[in-house]
């Protein structure tokens, strides 16, 4: 293929070479012509013969593992293979994604002996969870004037998945201080049962185990036996309903699907550790993915794998997710929803334990105005959003819910309230 600057040099050889016969310039037509043949026997050679060589170039990728993990850096190797009888030199690209921070290895010049291989190696550093693909592998190949090239697309994609970050999920290192902040004060949901603690002295039934008997509190002149009721502990099951429609790709550093996901994992392992269910329902019109709840931890792990595969995408309508929990949930667990979407409630049609939260867009970008007057926009929008937000807010609590605004530093804390507010009144106690 030629490239435009040989149509230019070509054309005003030719013009040139036209301009000396008419005016009958006998030296000049010689050097015109001289030059037309280097230029156009080095364009016919190049398309003919080192152009070719790209055909016999095999690529390879390789990574040195398929678990992904957010901000953490993997190591990634292409292998070119030189099949032809020839030395090659090209130059390659490996296209990448904005997801990705790519180390400068990803790209260059390579040349290639014959029956030869060489193995380039670069590292890549994954943004955002999801699933992605790496893209194709370009080669390129140019004639020694640069005025042909020859280009060539190997369909080499790699799908990646990748996971939340490890470091940005707390772990049993942060066991105790985790516990002080989020769950000081938390104790089980107690209900009159078989257990260690006492909850009350009631009068003696017939259908009572005698081993409860208070005979300390024996009143002979009545002779009313009363008996002991002790406390049962009782979990509670939360379902996380995660809003994944296109609202949640907004952000700046941190997109709100990648943070808000994070959180949900954190305040999932708090309540697993505190003996509850909890169970997620990833939903979207393209999006419909319900883990069942439990409080073994299993729950968590499938929705790091599920969450690993797929981007947010659809849009999100509360009501039929709720219709959809509804049949897939006999019990009336807590249910908290997370979103971005600009919603409108009904009046609840379900009798569900329903606590909103509704993300603030604005938290998740970063503003460093460099004059005045943008400093004081910048400031208007935000409060205008808070105010929006706001209003939003009220409205679905004269519904009938529980609500709240979230931003980028306060969703972790409101959550974990939130559960500390539902456990102190057995809201999805079962």
């Not at 149509?7 to 030296?27: K, M, P, W």
């Not at 990705?100 to 969870?129: A, F, M």
């Not at 979207?284 to 729950?299: A, L």
């Not at 792990?301 to 709720?322: C, H, Q, R, V, W």
Request: net charge neutral; aromatic share 14%; with cysteine.
């Amino acid at each position: 293929m030629i490239k435009k600057l040989g149509y230019v040099i070509i054309t005003a050889i030719l013009s040139g070479l036209l301009e000396s016969i008419i005016i009958g310039y006998s030296g000049y037509i010689i050097f015109t012509l001289i030059l037309f043949f280097i230029v156009s026997s080095d364009i016919i050679f190049f398309n003919y013969s080192s152009a070719r060589y790209l055909s016999n170039i095999d690529i390879r990728r390789e990574v040195n593992t398929r678990i992904f993990r957010k901000n953490k850096t993997f190591e990634i190797n292409i292998v070119f293979k030189n099949n032809n009888n020839n030395d090659v030199s090209f130059y390659f690209f490996d296209e990448a994604l904005d997801i990705l921070n790519i180390s400068e290895n990803h790209s260059g010049i390579i040349k290639i002996r014959k029956k030869s291989t060489v193995t380039k190696k670069y590292e890549i550093t994954p943004r955002y969870i999801g699933k992605y693909s790496l893209g194709d592998i370009t080669i390129i190949m140019r004639d020694i004037f640069d005025l042909a090239y020859s280009e060539r697309k190997y369909c080499n994609t790699m799908e990646i998945k990748i996971y939340p970050s490890a470091n940005d999920i707390r772990s049993q290192r942060t066991e105790m201080l985790s516990s002080f902040i989020y769950t000081y004060g938390i104790h089980y949901s107690k209900k009159a049962g078989q257990g260690y603690d006492l909850y009350g002295i009631r009068p003696y039934t017939e259908n009572d185990d005698f081993r409860y008997i208070a005979w300390t509190r024996y009143d002979e002149s009545n002779d009313i036996l009363m008996v002991k009721e002790m406390e049962e502990e009782r979990e509670i099951t939360v379902i996380f309903l995660l809003d994944y429609s296109n609202s949640m790709n907004f952000g700046g550093d941190d997109k709100i699907y990648d943070k808000t996901v994070t959180n949900i994992i954190n305040a999932a392992y708090y309540m697993v550790k505190n003996r509850d269910n909890v169970g997620f329902f990833i939903y979207s019109s393209e999006h419909n993915y319900f883990i069942k709840p439990d409080k073994s931890g299993n729950s968590i792990k499938d929705f790091e794998t599920k969450i690993a595969s797929i981007l947010p995408g659809g849009d999100f309508d509360f009501e039929s997710a709720i219709k959809i929990l509804n049949k897939r949930t006999g019990k009336k667990p807590l249910i908290f929803v997370m979103t971005a979407s600009d919603i409108n409630i009904k009046k609840p049609e379900y009798a569900f334990n329903i606590i909103m939260f509704i993300i603030d867009h604005t938290s998740f970008y970063n503003y460093n105005p460099s004059e005045p007057l943008q400093d004081l926009l910048m400031r208007g929008l935000y409060s205008s959003q808070i105010s929006r937000l706001r209003l939003v807010r009220s409205s679905i609590i004269r519904m009938g819910y529980r609500a709240d605004v979230v931003q980028d530093k306060t969703m972790l804390p409101k959550i974990m309230e939130e559960y500390n507010y539902a456990r102190s009144i057995n809201l999805g106690a079962v």
